[in-house]
């Protein structure tokens, strides 16, 4: 099992820009989130699913998009990239059943 | 509204000391809090976590420390090593929802 994949690891937007992080996992999780982490902020929750077709907003949804429309993918989505959204993305994902979390090992997004 | 509060932000402890990481929740109605390990560059990975039920979970040289009427919970890391050098993060969740994470803590263990 590969667990959780994100891609890609690095990415430099110009500000306007858009562009989808993706997050694939072969776990057959049911639930994936995305966080953004930033320095003494911790762990943010941007959005989340809870099975295919079905998504919801976390702690701070403003300016991402989601889609779930298989159980392996959950892509995040940038339309109009801004400054403030220069940060570090995590994708994750466990079972129904289970609380434990399976990170990826990250993106890390600059907006200029 | 910060609902997981963690302390210290920031931490250096000897080699085979005891590293302490607090961490104090509002919301009563939580029921699993697990404790969070960071590697730079990588994902954080489950370490260690713990229902109300208990008041204390050590798997090796870690240990939650669980106060449910001060709403209070702690890691304990003995003799710790330069390979705990880490971030470490506290998290609270009820009944299979999401999970709130604390804001972290950097561990510095000196050799």
């Known amino acids: 099992n590969a667990g959780v994949t994100q891609t890609p690891k690095f990415q430099v937007l110009k500000t306007g820009q858009s562009m989808t992080l993706q997050c694939a996992q072969d776990?057959?999780?049911?639930?994936m989130s995305w966080y953004r982490q930033d320095p003494g902020m911790g762990l943010r929750l941007i959005h989340y699913?809870?099975?295919?077709?079905?998504?919801d907003q976390g702690e701070v949804p403003n300016g991402y998009n989601v889609s779930r429309s298989t159980t392996e993918d959950f892509p995040l989505r940038l339309l109009s990239a801004a400054p403030s959204q220069t940060s570090v993305y995590f994708c994750?994902?466990?079972?129904?059943?289970?609380?434990?979390?399976?990170f990826g090992s990250g993106t890390q997004l600059s907006v200029l | 509204q910060q609902q997981v509060k963690q302390s210290p932000q920031s931490l250096i402890v000897q080699k085979g000391g005891i590293s302490i990481i607090n961490c104090a929740y509002e919301?009563?109605?939580?029921?699993?809090f697990p404790w969070y390990q960071q590697f730079p560059g990588k994902g954080p990975a489950l370490l260690i976590a713990?229902?109300?039920?208990?008041s204390e979970k050590k798997e090796g040289r870690f240990t939650i420390s669980f106060n449910k009427s001060a709403k209070q919970f702690s890691l304990h890391i003995m003799d710790s090593q330069p390979g705990d050098s880490a971030t470490y993060f506290c998290?609270?969740?009820?009944?299979?929802?999401?999970?709130?994470f604390g804001k972290g803590t950097m561990l510095l263990v000196s050799p």
């Open positions: 994750a994902s466990r079972t129904a059943a289970n609380e434990k979390l399976f």
């Open positions: 776990m057959n999780h049911e639930y």
């Open positions: 699913s809870v099975g295919a077709g079905i998504t």
């Open positions: 919301n009563t109605a939580f029921d699993y």
């Open positions: 713990i229902r109300p039920d208990v």
């Open positions: 998290a609270a969740t009820a009944g299979y929802s999401t999970l709130t």
